[in-house]
């Protein structure tokens, strides 16, 4: 590399990235398409800078794999920015075993981080914790290290491990003060406002009220029955009775979780549950079979007992309580995504969602009305942006967090 591509190379590391362009604005070589492409996305365009890419990846010749490997490196994490999920994952892990088989530790660790991101934002816990065992923290640079703490954070929020979340937040934060980048810097202290901040509705005695991380993590470990509407499960001490694929039972289990310590009452239950607005002898037939099974199913840590009007929750131990999001349905989840503020396509947030487009389309459109949403661009070019903060952080409301 020449001293001009050296310069702008470290002008780009220390994020000065107007004093970077200025050396290769006007250079039309491979090497110079690629530093031009990387700062073009550190200015957010996008578009620019993955053609740039792509042109530096062709002017390489095969010999040349390293450098192909990083224009590779360069155009996933614009994917990864871009929420463009359907990027081929098979080309950053090849780029990332080129770029270790040939020396390039630095990059190949970027790489690795990368592939830990694409798994946090798609829900897969493990995947990502295994990527990230793969590092030694303690040989990262300032910045890695901080992007290497920042996954770490996120994963403990999903799992509502939010003292071990705050360690690594003050860990990337740290680290991101020896970088010196000032953007990373901003990411670091975007990821811990929601800490501190409300993150979800608490229904207890037909009180309602604001709850923290903090106080989740402290309720579903306690003696309560929750029934926790973010994750459709009934959880107590740590125990949990998944819900997810029940819908109709969850439906059953929250009304009576919202009545409690009293009884609901069969016409509730089934207009809740059953969307029954005139019950029938079939109505009450199906609510007595559904009951049977949610009492079967919940046996480990409640029972349900009948009453002259209805039914009622029993816990085995302690209080219950309802676990519920400001937002209902699917446009919470939507929310939640929108609000990491990059744009969204409909198809992106379908996917780590794992729900049709059609059904996000809805939300969105449900949003967009209420003003909460915009969209740019149309049709496949058609991504979608937050216009108001939703007042509740998003981190729990992520898929993989249980």
Known sequence: MDSILNAAALAL????VLGALNRVALRDDPAALALRGIAMAQLGDLARARELLKQAARGFGR???????????AEAEIALVS??????????EGAREVLASRGDRANAAHA???????????????RADERLATFAPETLPPALLAA?????????IRRLQ??????????????????????LMAEVEAASLPLDSPAALLRRHGVETAVS????????ASDTLVADATRNALRQGGETIS??????????????????????????????????????????????????????????LADISATPAGFRLVPKRGEAAVLVFPLEDQSAAVMALLADGELWSSSALALVLDTSARTVQRALQALQQAGKVDSIGRGRAQRWTMLTLPGFPTTLLLPGAG
Not at 83 to 92: F, I, V
Not at 112 to 126: K, T
């Open 13 to 16: 590391a220390t994020g000065d």
């Open 63 to 73: 010999q040349e794999s390293v450098a192909r490997a990083r224009c590779i490196l």
């Open 83 to 92: 929420r463009d999920l359907a990027w081929p994952e098979r080309w950053l």
């Open 112 to 126: 690795g981080i990368i592939e830990a991101r694409r798994h946090l934002l798609l829900g897969h816990l493990d």
């Open 148 to 156: 290497y703490w920042l996954v770490h954070a996120g994963t403990n």
């Open 162 to 183: 939010i003292a071990s979340a705050r360690q690594a937040l003050q860990q990337a934060g740290a680290a991101a003060r020896r970088s010196g980048i000032a953007g």
């Open 213 to 220: 991380l903090d106080e989740v993590e402290a309720l579903l």
């Open 243 to 300: 819900l997810a694929t029940r819908p109709v039972l969850f439906a059953l289990l929250r009304t009576l979780a919202e009545a409690w310590p009293g009884d609901a009452s069969r016409e509730t239950l089934l207009k809740r549950a059953f969307h029954a607005r005139h019950a029938d002898e079939s109505h009450r037939a199906r609510l007595r079979v559904e009951m049977t099974r949610l009492r079967q199913l919940i046996a480990p």
